[in-house]
Structures are given as C-alpha cells and as structure tokens.
C-alpha cells in the first residue's frame, strides 16, 4: 500500500477488509484543506510481485486531496473514501500517481487486483501506469483483474493532462478484465494484452507492434488500431466478443478464428 493523503485519513482497519471489487469509491464526507502527494511505485527488473491470498493485491496506490483514505469493516464491507472534491485545490497540488513495471506483478488470490492505482480530490488527478518491454501484469486463478486506473475526471477539463497507461511488456487478464479505467485517460499499447478492456472514457491505441487477445468486451472511446487485434483470445473458435466504442479506425490486423468443419 502506498498512500499520500491531505486533510487527514489514510488506511483504517486492513484491507483485506475491503472488497475493492464491490466498493463504492464516495467522496469525503466533510471537506478538509490539504493536498495529497504525488506517488512514485517502481517495480524493478529482476523483482516481482506475487500474491495468492483474497484481497492480496499486488499494488495499491492512492492521492487523495481534502481527506480520504481506507476505511475497513470486519465483515468486510469497508469502502475507498476519495477525496471531496476535484480541482479543490490549488494547481500545485497535482497528486499524480505512478506506478512503473519493468517487473513482474501476479496475483491469484479471489477479489485481488495486480495494481489498483487512484488519485482523487486534488487538481489534476492522473495517474500513469507504464508496464515496460520484458514485464507482465497478470491476474490468474480467481482474481479480480489485473489492473485498475482511477483517476479524477470523467470529462475531459481543458487544459488539464490526461492519465496515460503505456503498455510495451505484457498485461494479461486471465481471471478478470485485463484493464478497467473508469476516467479519462490514453491508453497506448505496443506490447501484448489479453483479456476484458473496460474504459469507456479513454482512447484505446494499438500501435504497429501491439497485440490484443480480446475475451468478450471491449469498451472504449475510441479505438486506433495499426496493430492486430484478435477477436477472442488466441486460437479461440466461435468467440462472441462485444466492442463498444464511439470510434473505431483500424488499418491494422483483424483476426479471428474460424472452423470450417
């Protein structure tokens, strides 16, 4: 757990109290100045990260500005408390989260998710995920997924960054989606994904070298792809898969597998 948190909170309980998969992220409940930090987690080459237990999350990193945190229940129904409000503070109170990969990060363990990233309450809200050449990010046996981006804005304020999520190693959803971002944010893949992709506010790009393996949904914005994009996972046969988008432009590779018996 990696935490930055202005006007007062932080993790209450454990959380393993805390189904991330069910929990509502609310707002503070009473406002309180303060900003929440920037947030720097690197995983180095050679390192890894594995976990097997429930709730066992690979990383979790939160900025939260005017107070929040982590709030536990013993029956586990705690909740993520968010921050107040967005932009309530001044513009050097940017509370960026980062999480680089050049690792690995697994997780198998039932509700667990390999990184759960979110930044809220302060001005700019990003968060930026880079998983590099040669890394995976992988949820398997009965995971929750594999990566989750929160970041501030569900539109888009002008003149304010957007979360940027560079995938160049390997992000691989086998228990659960792949990628859910519920925010604004691009997503450039030049490396492999497998699984669900769940961001209906970001723009979605696989460039030349990039790979997806779709399960049975994609949601997206919009979708750029100069790369190959397999319907279903690989070697899959008759496998219904829904792209949900507001643009789709391809002039790369689209497959998908056929049985003529």
């Not at 040669?134 to 929750?144: C, E, L, N, Y």
Request: aromatic share 6%.
């Amino acid at each position: 757990v990696a935490q930055s948190i202005g006007g007062g909170g932080g993790l209450i309980g454990a959380l393993s109290q805390i189904d991330l998969t069910q929990a509502v992220e609310r707002p503070s409940f009473i406002f309180h100045a303060g900003a929440g930090g920037d947030i720097n987690v690197d995983v180095q080459a050679g390192s890894a990260i594995t976990t097997s237990g429930q709730r066992a999350h690979g990383i979790f990193a939160q900025s939260a500005g005017q107070g929040g945190g982590l709030y536990g229940h013993a029956d586990g129904s705690g909740f993520v408390i968010a921050g107040s409000g967005n932009a309530a503070c001044d513009a050097a109170c940017t509370g960026t989260v980062t999480v680089n990969v050049e690792g690995n990060v697994v997780v198998t363990g039932a509700e667990s998710y390999g990184i759960y990233a979110l930044s809220r309450g302060n001005n700019t809200n990003v968060v930026n995920i880079n998983i590099a050449a040669g890394a995976t990010v992988r949820s398997d046996g009965q995971a929750a997924g594999a990566l989750v981006v929160s970041g501030g804005y569900d539109t888009y304020p002008s003149g304010l960054p957007k979360s940027q999520i560079s995938i160049a190693g390997r992000l691989d959803g086998y228990s659960g989606p792949a990628l859910i971002v519920d925010s604004i944010a691009n997503i450039v893949n030049t490396g492999f994904v497998t699984g669900d992709i769940l961001a209906s506010n970001a723009v979605l790009q696989n460039n030349p070298t990039g790979t997806i393996f779709t399960n049975a949904t994609i949601n997206a914005g919009s979708i750029l792809n100069t790369g190959t994009l397999w319907i279903g996972t690989h070697d899959a046969i008759l496998q219904q898969t829904t792209i949900n988008t507001g643009l789709f432009t391809s002039t790369g590779y689209i497959v998908a597998g056929v049985d003529f018996v």
